[in-house]
């Protein structure tokens, strides 16, 4: 599939996915608390996205049973929600989520404390959200893609703390995921020039120790090799010709 170019409709069309998304995981912050399970944040969101007149992206997605991504501590992504998976005091866990809004898809994710957490837990995620707006620094018409892929590697790294290789960010528009890959870390080639009007998910994904990873025998979670905690920070992002547009930001 080429990378698709938004015209203007579409990205009315998407800035509007973008704020119901924002506002979705906005009200699910305040709902993670100790002593709630994670299929309850999935069972609100349905109904946070519901209200809004949307469809979740992740219903369904490939077989993907929930609304929402809930990983928790050395989970690092697509998490899947269970009634007996409880929250406890100290735990970080990230909220990963998309919607639709009239065939166009946003997608947003956000690592939180539970209650109290550690020092280390607290930078871990501090930095993999900053790691996400340095490389938003180069997201810009007349750039190449893999400098905000080397700029994020380079931030999270500078802090001990290193960027998952098996998994990358994405295009998306009228599908979740579409062209181009958008990786985390330093490539060989410059990738593709950015054009005003393309629309990416970029997803720094952060472990506190090694960046190896394996996958549940669920086929979907995927965890870190040596149980370190793991954070996540994404946003649609829509290129223009001055600063970028963060679609899933209020």
Not at 165 to 170: E, I, Q, S, W
Not at 200 to 205: F, G, H, S, T, V
Request: glycine residues 8%; aromatic residues 8%.
């Amino acid at each position: 599939m080429p990378i698709t170019i938004k015209n203007e409709k579409e990205i009315e069309l998407m800035q509007e996915a973008g704020r119901i998304l924002a506002n979705v995981l906005k009200e699910l912050e305040s709902y993670v608390q100790p002593g709630i399970s994670t299929l309850e944040i999935d069972r609100k969101c349905y109904e946070i996205i519901k209200r809004y007149g949307c469809k979740p992206s992740f219903l369904n997605y490939n077989g993907f049973p929930a609304s929402i991504c809930v990983s928790v501590n050395d989970e690092v992504v697509h998490g899947i929600p269970d009634k007996e998976h409880i929250l406890k005091e100290g735990d970080i866990v990230s909220l990963d989520c998309g919607v639709i809004y009239e065939g166009y898809h946003s997608d947003a994710a956000r690592t939180l404390p539970v209650g109290e957490i550690s020092p280390e837990a607290k930078k871990l995620i501090e930095v993999t959200e900053q790691s996400f707006f340095e490389g938003i620094k180069y997201a810009k018409a007349g750039n190449h893609l893999h400098e905000i892929s080397e700029a994020i590697q380079a931030y999270v790294e500078s802090f001990g703390f290193s960027v998952v290789r098996d998994l990358v960010g994405h295009g998306i528009g009228r599908h979740l995921h579409e062209e181009p890959q958008v990786p985390n870390f330093k490539q060989r080639s410059r990738g593709p020039k950015l054009v005003a009007g393309m629309t990416l998910a970029i997803e720094p994904m952060v472990n506190a120790g090694r960046y190896d990873v394996y996958w549940a025998d669920n086929d979907w979670t995927v965890l870190t090799e040596d149980g370190s905690l793991s954070a996540h920070y994404e946003n649609t992002v829509l290129i223009t010709e001055g600063e970028p547009k963060i679609l899933t930001l209020l």
